[in-house]
């Protein structure tokens, strides 16, 4: 199915309640999370990841801690996304750092630890984002993320691809947290989408090479174009088999095909 009418299907699919567009996204969620959590971190298993969603917690567990918590990080972060999402919330710096604190609680290392690094709280030091960027200097975050911030504001429903698009790029380039740099900026890049009316993203695991090559033409040349046919594609993607039920359903076939 083609972005264009996946959209068009997003408005119709959603409803006109608050209960409708959480109902579309029930599923979504946990597809997200999974994706989001297994770019970085290869231990994290859709299995584990669905058990903690639906039951809130996992059984005969083996894994070690520190994946066991993102992923129940990450089902307290969508959660948090949802409310304020209702409430309808602006994208400010008090909601990106608690995003980031609710994605990374129980799961700094010591040695970030010993350095003063904290959940919630912008970077004391510098770390290497990419090939050929270390992102912001810590003593300059809090004014580029504000920038940034400010940048969003009165953006048209018609952008919010563009919009969400820079901002992934600029905020991964800006690097403003010591760890869970990449997941605060997808779920800020969908929060983004959904409170400009735009079916959120699922950036597949699978496909990460090509969205960190998308990252880079930013830092590299500051081009959007890349990470906007990426993110068109995976818009696709994410929402095509959820849209195309009907169709499958008509192709699908009975017993008497294989008889």
Not at 117 to 138: C, F, S
Not at 208 to 231: M, P
Request: aromatic fraction near 12%; include cysteine.
């Amino acid at each position: 199915m083609r972005y264009e009418d996946i959209l068009v299907k997003w408005k119709d699919a959603k409803g006109e309640t608050m209960d409708d567009l959480l109902s579309l996204l029930e599923s979504y969620q946990i597809i997200y999370a999974y994706n989001s959590g297994k770019i970085e971190n290869d231990s994290i298993t859709y299995h584990d990841t669905r058990e903690i969603f639906d039951k809130d917690g996992v059984v005969s567990y083996t894994g070690d801690l520190r994946t066991l918590y993102e992923m129940q990080n990450s089902k307290d972060a969508w959660k948090y996304l949802l409310e304020a999402l209702q409430q309808k919330m602006p994208l400010n710096e008090e909601l990106l750092k608690r995003f980031q604190k609710l994605l990374t609680k129980n799961t700094y290392d010591e040695r970030r630890w010993i350095t003063g690094e904290r959940p919630g709280e912008y970077k004391k030091k510098d770390y290497v984002t990419g090939e050929k960027e270390v992102g912001t200097l810590p003593e300059w975050v809090h004014e580029e993320v504000l920038e940034l911030l400010e940048e969003l504001e009165d953006v048209e429903d018609s952008k919010a691809l563009i919009v969400a698009a820079y901002f992934h790029a600029k905020f991964e380039n800006i690097h403003a947290f010591a760890d869970g740099n990449g997941r605060v900026g997808r779920l800020c890049m969908n929060y983004i989408l959904l409170i400009h009316n735009h079916p959120p993203i699922t950036i597949f695991e699978e496909d990460k090479k090509e969205y960190y090559k998308a990252l880079e033409a930013w830092d590299d040349r500051q081009s959007l174009k890349e990470l906007t046919d990426f993110l068109k594609n995976q818009t696709e993607k994410t929402w095509s088999t959820v849209f195309d039920r009907g169709q499958r359903r008509e192709k699908s076939r009975g017993l008497k095909d294989y008889i």
